[in-house]
């Protein structure tokens, strides 16, 4: 029996995936916070659940089966019963910044007056101070955060389901994530896998966990095959994270045997991998011509398992040498971003056009606004279905970061 993850490849025929539909997160917030909360801009809410809902639809019409984020966990929190709920509950409050004390006291009563789906949804889209009759005495709050405006900061991130965890394998990884404004997220995961019925007791590695020292992000994880992951050293993930992680899956007989690790600029825009390199068939896959030197170079890591059960790690440089040993094959195509133009490889970088969704080998979903890129796959042979991307794009991720594949059929 296939397991509720079950991820071999990143190509395999797509059969569940985990999104999340954007919520009030993703306008709860100033300009001013912009940058700590790695937006680029606010979205306009009605139209990008519109352009999600597209997405979500063009999914369905493929075949997959589309499960929503905040209905797992609310699911998940009502098996668990009142317990469950409340120490969720207490945990989110700690890693929110209050540990005990007052506040604690009275976001927790707040919170736990409510319906759990009420609660879920409040959480993520943030708690403001006006909304509660109490003011805070103490000197945090009196003397350095008077105006400002919420207890618990909106999570707008959410919408990119990639990140926080990881499908590898029948497992994932569950991740501890770079900075403050994500780090909260993957508590949602990890409740799912512990308490939902559908992955509780189900037999599922957690690889690793987010109390993990180094981070790491799903939009760096790759699976090539079900021998080969390619991971991200970037701005989001660590090399300690990726030899953690490599240790773990040889030590735990995952059937992995090598991990790829490929080394981006560390920076907003190509903030994980998948924002420059994505794999769209057993043989092609998208790039950034912006993250490649001269004649294609790049440095990249193969680590594998010695004998004796260290880690052996090989530099090189070329990655269309390095994919075709990793990967058994004899040529593939590298399809550059924007055809290769500087300008407008740049510009649809940056709206996401090397992030494509596989959704079978040689089937990918992409943002419409890339359209040069678009055409440029088509050429290659690929089949592109387009969604809307107007707003969602403000949020720097695309399909594949709006995306958590659970399960896929194997190749
Ligand atoms: N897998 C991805 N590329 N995710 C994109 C995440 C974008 C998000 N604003 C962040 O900075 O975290």
């Not at 709860?28 to 700590?36: A, C, I, S, V, W």
């Not at 994270?241 to 907003?268: C, M, W, Y």
């Not at 079978?360 to 796959?377: D, E, F, I, K, M």
Request: hydrophobic share 40%; charged share 25%; glycine share 8%.
């Amino acid at each position: 029996m296939t397991k509720p993850i079950h991820v071999t490849s990143e190509i395999g025929k797509l059969d569940v995936v985990m999104l999340k539909r954007p919520g009030a997160e993703v306008e709860n917030f100033t300009p001013e916070m912009m940058p700590r909360l790695l937006f680029d801009d606010i979205p306009y809410l009605p139209i990008a659940q519109k352009e999600h809902d597209n997405f979500a639809d063009t999914l369905r019409e493929n075949g997959v089966e589309v499960l929503y984020l905040e209905k797992l966990v609310v699911e998940a929190l009502d098996a668990g019963g009142s317990e469950l709920k409340a120490s969720f509950l207490d945990q989110m409050l700690t890693e929110s910044g209050y540990a005990a004390g007052v506040i604690h006291h009275v976001l927790e009563d707040y919170l736990l007056s409510m319906t759990t789906t009420d609660m879920v949804v409040k959480l993520m889209a943030g708690v403001r101070k006006n909304e509660l009759d109490f003011v805070p005495q103490d000197l945090v709050s009196a003397a350095e955060e008077q105006n400002y405006p919420f207890f618990l900061d909106p999570m707008p991130n959410l919408y990119f389901t990639r990140d926080p965890a990881a499908s590898i394998g029948d497992g994932l990884s569950i991740n501890h994530m770079t900075f403050p404004a994500r780090q909260r997220e993957s508590l949602f995961m990890t409740t799912i896998i512990e308490h939902h019925p559908r992955f509780a007791n189900q037999g599922l590695n957690v690889w690793r966990d987010r109390n993990q020292p180094g981070r790491i992000e799903g939009g760096d994880e790759l699976v090539l095959s079900n021998t080969v992951i390619a991971i991200g050293v970037s701005e989001r993930t660590s090399a300690q994270a990726i030899e953690d992680i490599a240790r773990r899956l040889f030590e735990k007989q995952s059937g992995f045997e090598k991990v790829l690790a490929i080394r981006i600029p560390h920076n907003h825009a190509m903030m994980h991998l998948d924002t420059v390199f994505t794999m769209i068939n057993h043989d092609q896959f998208t790039v950034h011509p912006g993250i490649l030197g001269e004649g294609g170079q790049i440095d990249t890591w193969t680590i594998t398992e010695d004998s004796s059960g260290d880690l052996r790690v090989d530099h090189q440089t070329d990655l269309k040498q390095v994919l075709k040993d990793a990967l058994g094959l004899d040529d593939l195509d590298l399809i550059p971003t924007g055809g290769g133009d500087p300008i407008i490889a740049d510009r649809e970088q940056w709206n996401d056009g090397s992030n494509t969704l596989a959704i079978a080998p040689g089937v990918v979903v992409t943002y419409n606004r890339n359209y040069v890129s678009n055409q440029v796959l088509r050429e290659h042979g690929l089949k592109v279905l387009e969604v809307l991307s107007s707003e969602l794009s403000r949020g720097r991720g695309g399909p594949r970061c709006m995306s958590m594949p659970l399960v896929r059929e194997d190749l």
